[in-house]
């Protein structure tokens, strides 16, 4: 039997692998200011956002500040030597139902033959709560450093466009508006995106176009540190997340999408500032883009887009493993049978048809403790303490727990069945599981293969190595050393994936990401244990110690000042009812239970001008008697198509925001603002949605056309919110207690006026 001198060697292999994993959710060291001017500087790029934010408020597109935000954006093109060119029109992206007016910001850099360009694009807009330095704060400024870099560069053969592009917080308007109306988009072959969705951790690429074979290779050639699993992009492709670049993706330009992620409870909260921004992820961000505009700048890229998709995986943030989808079948197909066969070569003597009776109790048993196991720990670490439901600020207590949690369920796996499964048994019975979940992929999302196909691969190697050495110590040692290392680095990389994605109520997802590692190791240890006595006395240390993190973790918590939690106060009154609300808005109803019971916020249902109710802690107070907006009907009538309506709105003065929400059962298929199409529900959207939405952002005052195409002649009501400045008298008695961990979110304070109108 093989056998290892002692199970510690796999804890250090294991831990070791867990460092280099987690290289690849670290930032780089950001770069001086003292570098060279053709190298990217953070630091560099830090003091252009400083001065890009200097008033550090939100800039929705259309505000006065953003106007601001925009000519300092221009000032430093100009200041490159760039001519800066403004897109400016009022827009609709039809997909969103959503209009704003728009101040794209393009400049151009000819390119020797110039005959197709390279788009490097983030938005300078903010969302309502923040100043948004790192969505997309960060992305603005490292593309003003990088084209400034450029500058001094001889051209490329592409030219390179900088589009700065406005009000992508609205729904992709900016993005919207450059791809429909301006002519630079028709030479538009590559972009390259930056984008944030949190204020730390490494620049990943998690997005490209359709058959990226091509650009997958060109990325890993040209990035220094790539961040990178295809695995993310298949599940982003699934979230309702969108980004400028699903705008020129639709229209079938390739292209890379970087963003960091974690830090996510900052993200679109008042606290997007400077200060929370993590300068390691700009350095990451400019390394990435540059790198990629110089492979792109001089690529024929008329050909760019390939037959095929490829899936990748970054190896410890140092090296991109990528292959093609089209040979996962035959390279699994290949891989399986040459381990089967090594194993059936190495154990040919010892081995027995029903040695595999009790493998195959053993292996569920040991699969499924450690899904029960992380469900039975998501309470203690989840449900029960008050938490952010993406990412916890203090995760290593909960991570120990989930590991001590492993090593039970393998000790009592080891305790049950040694003596009665052969490692043997145990390592075809493993591996032909991991055989099968690599033919699984290979023809379900064959650009994941790698989860399987690595550990094959590398298990396979290594037994090439052991059957070939004359006297080997223990038959597949090595072999089964490589299979593990690598399902090692398999398990801790989707592990920490998940901690941006999901928090520790879904610590049995989390557990489950070790399947892959506790098949592989098992076969080793059941070969050192095999002739000695277990008994239960570690697995009631191991309990203990679990037990003690729970309650350690229990005290440590959810939110701090620099990962808040959510908590908004908004005003909301509806026309013709004699009372107001003061209401605590809080994302999960994550509010401070405390500071809602000190303050007598109270539980009640309030209209949500959206056609329905929520339940919300409010206080309630008599009206302001806000300004609503005046609506005409001016009646519908049948055409091709449906039914037309026309309704004529006035906007009241100033108001950043204007929802129309209408019922779904109006089937209506488009809608017009002032002429522009601003809704066109055939459009396919990663959204679902609950009614349909209509929204004017920062529109103007004064009169506005509507016209809806619906389906259906009968009556219906819509809803209809204006949005005014909050007065600060109405909410100052209740900051001075402020939580320390709680920030404003999403669309930050604001005083909300619900119509309802029946159209007849
Ligand atoms: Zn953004």
Redesign the pocket.
Known sequence: MHRLRHPLSLLLIALLVMVGVLRSYSSPQPVGADAPDVVFSAVRAEAILNGLLKENVPHVSGSPFNTVVRNRVVAHLESSGYEAQYQSRFHCNPEFGSCSPVDNIIAVKPGSEGKHAVLITA?YDSGWAGP?AA??GAGTSAILEIARMAADFPPFKNDIIFLLSDS??NGLLGADAFAEHHPLFGKVKAVINL??RGVTGPSAMFETGEGNRSIIRMFSKSVDRPVANSLIYEIYKTMPND?DYSVYKRKGVMGVNFAFAQGVPVYHSAIDDIDHLDLGSLQHHGDNSWGMLKALGERNIGAITSREDAGYVDIFANRLVHYPVSITGGVALFLGVLVMIAIFIAFRREFRFRQLRWGLLAIPFLLISIAAGGYLLSWPLGHWPDLHPLEHPYPWVGRLAIFLMLALAGYSTLKLFSGRVSACAWMILAWGIIFTLGMTLTSKLPSASHIALLPLGMFALGSVADLLRKKSPAPLLLASLLGFATATFISFYHFFMLDVVMNFDQSHVKAVMFWLMALTVMPMLLAFVKDRELNWQPARWLLVAILALCVLHLFLPGYTAERPRAMTLMYSEVEGEDTGYIVLESVYKRHDKKYARVHAFEMAELNSGRLGTVNRPVRKVSPLGLQGISLEDLGSRQEEGGYTRDIKLDLPEKTPMLRLTIPLDVELSKAWVNGELALDTSIETKHRRGNYRLQLINAGSGPVNIRLQSGSADAYTIAAVTWHELPAILVSPFMGNWPQDAQPFGYGPRAEKIQEFTLQ
């Open positions: 938005h948004g969505d997309d992508e917080e984008e944030a980004t």
